[in-house]
């Protein structure tokens, strides 16, 4: 069952802030030590590429819906998202950025759907090497992925 290769099971909680829930989750399934890569890959690689980091970013994506910190309306599915890992240039060097968009934009009562727009919201892939499910980034990370997919659902809501 879910993401996590049916190793764990989901908590079911209420909306609450994603740091409870997140903790909750990971203390009720006694994963706190293991790394998030090997949760969600069944591996760790030694040097992530871009498309294991939209893998596990995927599958945080579908647990932060499972445990309820994000709602998505009717219409809407966790297949609906795209999510890109992509390299940008800063001035402090090379960092990673996962852009999330909506594969087709939907509106209750419309004869047909149309085609996704140009909008997507870019966010910092902030897991540490290394980072366990209990890792403090973990809940910060799921916090922007969670912004972010309710900026892109505001009209959809």
């Known amino acids: ?23 909750k989750f990971v203390e009720d399934s006694r994963i706190s030590s293991t790394n998030v890569y090997q949760y969600y890959l069944g591996y760790v690689p030694l040097y992530p590429s871009m498309k294991e980091h939209e893998k596990v970013t995927q599958e ?6 499972d445990l309820r910190m994000v709602k998505l309306p009717p219409l809407y599915g966790i297949e609906s998202f795209k999510f890109a890992a992509v390299e940008k240039q800063t001035l402090r060097g090379v960092s990673t950025k996962i852009e999330i968009s909506l594969k087709r934009r939907l ?43 309710d900026y892109l659902l505001m009209e959809a809501k």
Do not use: C, H
């Not at 945080?60 to 819906?65: E, R, S």
């Open 1 to 23: 069952m879910g993401s996590g290769k049916g190793k764990a099971r989901r908590a079911q909680t209420q909306n609450a802030p994603t740091n409870k829930n997140w903790g």
């Open 107 to 149: 509106r209750a009562g419309a004869a047909n759907a149309f085609k996704g727009d140009s909008e997507l919201v870019s966010i910092p892939y902030k897991l540490v090497d290394g980072a366990t499910m209990a890792d403090p980034g973990v809940p910060v990370f799921l916090n922007r992925l969670v912004t972010a997919v």
């Open 60 to 65: 945080l994506f579908k647990d932060a819906v």
